[in-house]
């Protein structure tokens, strides 16, 4: 180590040409100086944790915790690192232990944002365990969301109409193209699971005139949708509840949509989520369902330790063949389906330079920690929609009658 410093040693573990500069508390710098990002080692917890952790698991905790810190835009950090070394692996881990020494190889705090899988509580995806990991995720600050998602509060995937559509006008066709491919027309109930801060509800009620009810786990979505949709004037025409989705009882709905929730049901409850849902629409009624899906139905269906541990505890995605099946299986025929991948790559851009451009006031409302684990979550998104280890799928089924009539247009009209 005499003459060679801890920015040195990083350096080596990553593509030899890589745009990116690295920094260390030992004073060391390695890389160019004109690099678009660099990466600072400031303490040596971050080395302990690289060292002690597992693959992404240590690089977040070190990033969380302010121990390694990133000058410049994140996505483009982890573009560069994945397209070198992609992480910290177990030969890598050796290595760097052999240029360091064992003095690394302690006990380091876990972050207090870190959820571990053994300190919940039921069984995965009971009622009580999902209500916890819902709260977990979304009942953090109302006003922490309003600075990423900006005033449309529209925590899914946008679908940008044309090049250079501002995240507003994104949103807003989104929930439109839900609306028109539900067939939505004045006087129809539409069923909104997992409503979120009601956006849908109140832009199917505003401009297609249909009774809503939305439902969401979250004590603080709620809150804040109910407000909005009084001072929209929304009162008679939408609803949302402070409820599990399981708990409706109202039946003969026109339409279902659910816009972001399967990602939380897990891949074994998708046959009673979907003929629940089933059984909530009149015969003819359409369900339409948007979620993140893996590019293949091999895959594991849980979230890596990151993404499971700091932001969505117990989420599980599926390829879309497995949600088509689990649809058909439980008696709907599916009509049509669409993949909007490059729109959410661009979504968590919009919602990434939100959070830049706002960081002091995010940092005030959520805690620097809080603040990093969203950084690093939307950029590692936004790469995994980038290179297609996530997708992003829409899928129209509907509920036929006895005698098998659709009452679908005999071409799409959306």
């Not at 969380?64 to 910290?88: F, K, W």
């Not at 539900?182 to 199917?204: I, Y």
């Not at 509920?399 to 799409?412: I, N, Y």
Request: hydrophobic residues 35%.
């Amino acid at each position: 180590m005499a003459q060679q410093g801890l920015a040195q040693v990083f350096q080596r573990l990553t593509d030899p040409v890589a745009p990116m500069r690295f920094s260390a508390y030992d004073g060391s710098v390695a890389g160019p100086d004109e690099a678009p990002v660099e990466l600072e080692i400031r303490s040596p917890l971050a080395v302990s944790y690289l060292l002690t952790s597992p693959g992404e698991l240590g690089m977040a905790r070190a990033y969380v915790t302010g121990d390694l810190a990133v000058h410049g835009d994140v996505y483009v950090a982890l573009r560069t690192l994945a397209d070198g070394s992609e992480r910290l692996n177990a030969r890598q881990r050796v290595e760097l232990l052999g240029r360091l020494g064992p003095r690394f190889l302690r006990r380091v705090p876990v972050p207090p944002e870190e959820q571990h899988p053994a300190r919940r509580r039921g069984w995965r995806h009971s009622r009580s365990r999902d209500s916890a990991a819902i709260s977990h995720h979304y009942d953090v600050s109302n006003r922490f969301y309003e600075i990423v998602l900006g005033p449309s509060m529209a925590y899914t995937c946008a679908c940008y109409p044309y090049e250079g559509a501002t995240l507003e006008e994104a949103q807003a066709e989104k929930h439109d193209l839900v609306c028109r491919k539900l067939g939505l027309r004045p006087g129809m109930r539409l069923l909104d699971v997992g409503c979120g801060w009601g956006g849908m509800a109140m832009h199917a009620a505003q401009h297609y005139g249909v009774q809503a009810l939305g439902v969401t786990l979250s004590r603080q979505q709620a809150d804040w949708a109910r407000k909005t949709i009084a001072e929209r004037g929304l009162s008679d025409r939408a609803e949302v509840r402070h409820s599990d989705y399981r708990d409706v009882t109202e039946v003969e709905f026109d339409a279902v949509s659910s816009i972001g929730l399967t990602e939380h049901v897990g891949a074994a409850n998708l046959p009673a989520y979907f003929r629940f849902l089933h059984g909530k629409l009149r015969p003819g009624a359409r369900l339409l369902n948007h979620s993140i899906t893996r590019p293949s139905t091999t895959e594991p269906h849980r979230a890596g330790k990151f993404i499971d541990r700091y932001v969505f505890p117990d989420g599980e995605l599926e390829g879309v063949g497995t949600i088509v099946t689990a649809m058909q299986d439980t008696g709907f025929e599916v009509r049509h389906e669409e993949g909007l991948r490059e729109h959410y790559a661009r979504t968590l851009a919009d919602w990434g330079a939100n959070l830049d451009s706002h960081w002091d006031e995010a940092v005030r409302e959520v805690g620097g920690n809080r603040a990093r684990v969203w950084a690093l979550y939307m950029a590692a998104s936004r790469l995994g929609f980038v290179q297609r280890s996530l997708e992003l799928h829409q899928v129209l089924g509907v509920r036929t009658d006895g005698r098998g009539a659709s009452r679908m247009p005999l071409r799409p009209d959306w």
